[in-house]
Nanobody, 124 residues
Framework: QVQLVESGGGLVQAGDSLTLSCAAS????????MGWFRQAPGKEREFEAT????????DYADSVKGRFTISRDNAENTVYLQMNILKPEDTAVYYC?????????????????WGRGTQVTVSS
């Protein structure tokens, strides 16, 4: 059974940093890509970052490139999203997702498994 459990969300001020974690289990990690998405109230779920578990190759949405960093710890089966210089518009529920490796995994439909999300609120 696949489980993805996010943690690390919270309330921070603009300009602060925050690191989200996603503990994964039940996956065939060598064939997986992991992604982070976010969803603000009234908006669609949008792609933030993805990483291939096998070789660590990553990709980012233009809106977070240079501010967010995705990484994985193979020993802990955990994926991280380091978020720097946070802005009020980064406020959303952040979701971790897992899916089969493929080109440009930037849409929710490309992922098979989802966590329940963790709330990030950035005050101005």
């Amino acid at each position: 059974q696949v489980q993805l459990v996010e943690s690390g969300g919270g309330l921070v001020q603009a300009g602060d940093s925050l690191t989200l974690s996603c503990a994964a289990s039940g996956l065939t990690f060598s064939h997986c890509a992991m992604g982070w998405f976010r969803q603000a109230p009234g908006k669609e779920r949008e792609f933030e970052a993805t990483i291939r578990w096998s070789d660590g190759i990553s990709d980012y949405a233009d809106s977070v490139k240079g501010r967010f960093t995705i990484s994985r710890d193979n020993a802990e089966n955990t994926v991280y999203l380091q978020m720097n210089i946070l802005k009020p518009e980064d406020t959303a529920v952040y979701y971790c997702a897992a899916g089969p490796m493929g080109p440009r995994l930037i849409t929710p439909s490309q992922y098979n498994y989802w966590g329940r999300g963790t709330q990030v609120t950035v005050s101005s």
